[in-house]
């Protein structure tokens, strides 16, 4: 069975220092990861994507993540935060389509930046 | 494109009272979803359709019913609402599971 563990509920950094938010997943096939971001009141936007082509992906507005199969883990990282990064952020595990083909959400993981 | 639109944005029902939150995409994708999110849980599989006349059950389906006539339309009813549908509605479509999600602004709908 497929799920993902955001290991965070709240990431608090300044303005200007990296951003780690840490994700497990848990999968019986070769999964596809994803990071998706919801600012306050808004939708939910696809940050980045892995679907077992190169093991990091870059995504938009600067966020990273490397998929490390030895530690079933995909973090999300960012060199220097920005006070628009704060956000809540979800890290999704993708069911095959002989499995139901579905997306199951991490818990989210709440970035606060202080300035 | 308007990408995924949802209406309506805020709803307040009375518990027992039925209605339907419209989903719909103008990019011809194949695979649609209903998600609810709540406090401290994610988002959480409703219901999703793989294709036009296609649909099957997610995590919590309970209480909610969908259907998919159209490749554009994934309408989601609430068949006689409860407090415990209290929540944020998400319906969301891609060309496939792999190609990642665009997701509507959701519906914020309150049982009374």
């Known amino acids: 069975a497929q799920s993902v563990t955001q290991l965070d509920s709240h990431v608090s950094v300044s303005e200007g220092t990296p951003v780690l938010l840490r994700c497990n997943y848990s999968?019986?096939?070769?999964?596809?990861l994803f990071w998706y971001v919801q600012h306050p009141n808004k939708g939910l936007q696809l940050l980045l994507k892995?679907?077992?082509?190169?093991?990091l992906v870059k995504g938009i507005n600067g966020f990273e993540a490397e998929f490390k199969k030895s530690e079933t883990s995909f973090h999300l990282t960012k060199p220097s935060a920005h006070m628009s990064d704060a956000a809540e952020y979800f890290c999704v595990v993708s069911v095959p389509y002989n499995q139901g083909g579905k997306l199951i959400f991490g818990q989210g993981t709440e970035l606060s930046v202080k300035p | 494109n308007a990408g995924v639109t949802q209406t309506p944005k805020f709803q307040v029902l009375k518990t027992g009272q039925s209605m339907t939150l419209q989903c719909a995409q103008d990019?011809?994708?194949?695979?649609m979803s209903w998600y609810r999110q709540d406090p401290g849980m994610g988002l959480r599989l409703i219901h999703y359709?793989?294709?036009?006349?296609?649909?099957d059950q997610g995590e919590v389906p309970n209480g909610y019913n969908v259907s998919r006539s159209t490749t554009e339309d994934f309408p989601l009813r609430l068949l006689s609402a409860a407090p415990s549908q209290t929540s944020v509605y998400f319906c969301?479509?891609?060309?496939?599971?792999?190609?990642?999600?665009?997701f509507g602004p959701g519906t914020r709908l309150t049982v009374t």
């Open positions: 990019m011809n994708h194949e695979y």
């Open positions: 969301a479509s891609s060309s496939a599971v792999l190609s990642g999600q665009y």
């Open positions: 359709s793989v294709g036009a006349g296609i649909t």
């Open positions: 892995y679907t077992s082509a190169a093991t």
């Open positions: 999968s019986s096939y070769s999964p596809s």
